[in-house]
């Protein structure tokens, strides 16, 4: 089931990247594969979702977990 998500969509967008949550970053993870085809919209200083569980390290770290990012 995977991989038909993973060859469905050539590329996948993420707004509000700076207010997902742990279970969303694993599922973006997952979707994109190794094609890593993520565009990301997000302002780390715009964080206002943490009480519901959002990791602004998805953003902070978002260059390491996807070395040759384009910023």
């Known amino acids: 089931i995977l991989e038909h998500?993973?060859?469905r969509w050539n590329y996948v967008l993420i707004d509000e990247y700076q207010d997902t949550n742990h279970a969303q970053y694993l599922m973006a993870r997952?979707?994109?594969g190794s094609k890593t085809n993520l565009f990301v919209?997000?302002?780390p200083d715009q964080s206002i979702y943490s009480w519901?569980?959002?990791n602004i390290r998805n953003i902070l770290?978002?260059?390491k977990?996807?070395?040759g990012?384009?910023?």
Request: zero cysteines; proline letters at 5%.
């Open 52 to 54: 519901r569980g959002a």
């Open 5 to 7: 998500y993973q060859n």
């Open 65 to 67: 977990d996807y070395p």
């Open 61 to 63: 770290n978002f260059e």
């Open 41 to 43: 919209v997000g302002d």
């Open 69 to 71: 990012a384009k910023i």
């Open 30 to 32: 997952l979707i994109v």
